[in-house]
């Protein structure tokens, strides 16, 4: 009986050692860096973010504390507990560098609300910004600002974030991504939702997108409703997961538009790995379209339930455009009528690319087209050699 009270004991002391060793380990852990954020799934990301927690009886207060007490290289979390309303803001510290700040909800989602016109977040190449999981950012309906602004800088976003409700007049984006000279914005969409904005989704005028996970839906723009790719010699679009949903581009490019690029400068680049783009509309490219001296691979993912109404339901690629279908499925009205991209609201057009149209220079005519779904080991491609296009697989017409 001795004994085994002896070893209860015993028993009893090892793990008591070994939880306080632990605990001490853990304190002592080096905070993750930008590069282990970046790499990082979507749970993992939010579960590594550590830093200081920022003092402060509501958003004013906290921000205003930052102006004060940020030092280089350091990791700031903002907790918010209540709804609130922020002017314009630009997040910059003098002398200061590699400085991340984390906005995150506590209890409930909550929402910060833009109090006046203008760009609600600017993220200079100093600065991270990181949405995390319980905020919404809410923008005003007149307001002819983007309401972030990736300015150099990098923005991130995860599960439980969201930017909805700005828009005016023109193109105002979500999330805007910018910079005229290098080091160019950067955004990662680990998760969360861009939904309802006038203007589109996003707008990359110079820098990168990489989207992991989330949504991006119910945006409108003249071109590009999802996403817009610009012009400029490094313009990147990764898509590796999420979705991209029921936008609406008056002219081209429902789910993503890829701006005409300058020959022999740089092409906007658009590489589809996973995902899906669907039930987007347009006057051409309902889901995706990509226009002279871009590139569009496609590698896996799914683009179908997008509606165009002259050219591509699907895709529609302008003749001098890379376009490279490797994977994926991209589906055609001519073999799926319930679910397949098509061409034609009210009555279905014929010979204008369910699922892939190759049209010329602003689609005067349509080259080459694919009515019928496009399944994973259908490869497709359009190349442009000199002044010749050429083109590999196979195609209706």
């Keep these: 009986m001795k004994a085994k009270k002896e070893n209860l004991l015993l028993a009893a002391f090892i793990v008591m050692t070994l939880t306080v060793c632990v605990g001490q380990l853990a304190a002592q852990a080096p905070s993750a860096d930008l590069d282990e954020l970046l790499a990082a799934p979507v749970v993992q990301a939010i579960q590594s973010i550590r830093g200081t927690m920022v003092p402060g009886n509501n958003l ?9 007490n940020v030092e280089s290289r350091g990791t700031y979390i903002i907790e918010v507990d209540a709804d609130e309303n922020v002017a314009p803001r630009r997040f ?4 200061m560098t590699n400085v991340t700040i984390v ?17 609600m977040f600017t993220v200079p190449s100093t600065i991270t910004l990181i949405l995390d999981n319980n905020i919404t950012l809410q923008g005003l309906p007149g307001n002819n600002s983007a309401m972030i602004l990736v300015d ?3 923005f991130m976003m995860n599960a439980g974030s969201a930017i909805t409700g700005n828009g005016g007049v023109g193109v105002i984006a979500g999330v805007r991504v910018r910079h005229p000279n290098p080091p160019v914005g950067t955004f990662v969409m680990n998760g969360g939702a861009i939904h309802r904005n006038t203007g589109g989704g996003v707008r990359i005028v110079s820098g990168s997108l990489t989207m992991k996970g989330g949504t991006i839906s119910d945006n409108t723009a003249p071109n590009g409703g999802g996403v817009f790719v610009g012009t400029g010699g490094n313009v990147t679009f990764t ?22 690029g300058e020959k022999g400068v740089g092409r ?21 379209y990509a226009e002279d001296y871009v590139t ?20 529609c690629v302008e003749i001098n455009s890379t376009f490279s279908k490797t994977g994926g499925i991209i589906t055609g009205h001519n073999s799926d009528q319930e679910d397949g991209n098509v061409v034609g609201k009210t009555n279905v057009l014929t010979d204008r690319g369910h699922a892939v149209s190759v049209v010329a220079t602003g689609a005067v005519e349509g080259r080459k087209r694919k009515e019928s779904t496009a399944g994973p080991e259908d490869e497709l491609s359009i190349s442009l050699d000199g002044w010749m296009t050429s083109f590999g697989g196979t195609w209706d017409e």
């Design 152 to 154: 150099g800088g990098t």
């Design 103 to 119: 906005l995150r909800g506590v209890d409930a989602n909550r929402t910060i609300r833009l109090s006046a016109n203008g760009i």
């Design 239 to 260: 898509m590796d997961g999420g979705a991209i949903s029921n936008n609406i581009a008056k002219e081209k490019g429902g789910g993503v538009f890829i701006e005409n």
């Design 268 to 288: 906007p680049t658009f590489t589809m790995n996973d995902g899906i783009i669907s039930g987007n509309s347009a006057s051409s490219g309902g889901g995706v």
């Design 60 to 68: 004013a207060g906290k921000l205003a504390w930052l102006q004060s």
């Design 296 to 315: 569009f691979n496609m590698r896996g993912g799914t683009i179908t339930s997008n509606i165009a109404t002259e050219y591509g339901g699907g895709v």
């Design 92 to 95: 910059e510290y003098t002398d």
